[in-house]
């Protein structure tokens, strides 16, 4: 089994910052992409970003300019700097892996609260 951690979320006024923080873990052999959706009440869960372990980044427009993903392939760990926050943002941010073979595997989900 593949054991997925995520971390980092919290309270955060409008225009603040957070950090969200995956680690992936277990039998886990061929990692190839690692990301964040989120999930609004009421809303479909939605993608966030996504990198490969090459590097290669991919954003919904909506945090374009403001998100930033990276991936520390040797610690099978990706992080998520979220920047200008606002408050559309709040939402249970749900991280993943994706494996060469096709199999996902989803962390617990973290809460995000943007709000004065």
């Known amino acids: 089994q593949v054991h997925v951690v995520e971390s980092g979320g919290g309270l955060v006024q409008p225009g603040g910052s957070l950090r969200l923080s995956c680690a992936a873990s277990g039998s886990i052999f061929s990692l190839y992409a690692m990301g964040w959706f989120r999930q609004a009440p009421g809303e479909q869960r939605k993608l966030v970003a996504t990198i490969t372990r090459g590097g290669s980044a991919n954003y919904a427009d909506s945090v374009k300019g403001r998100f930033t993903i990276s991936i520390d392939n040797a610690k099978n760990t990706a992080y998520l700097q979220m920047n200008s926050l606002k408050p559309e943002d709040t939402a249970v941010y749900y991280c993943?892996?994706?494996?060469?073979?096709?199999?996902?595997?989803w962390g617990q989900g973290t809460q995000v609260t943007v709000s004065s």
């Open positions: 993943y892996t994706h494996l060469m073979g096709g199999d996902d595997y």
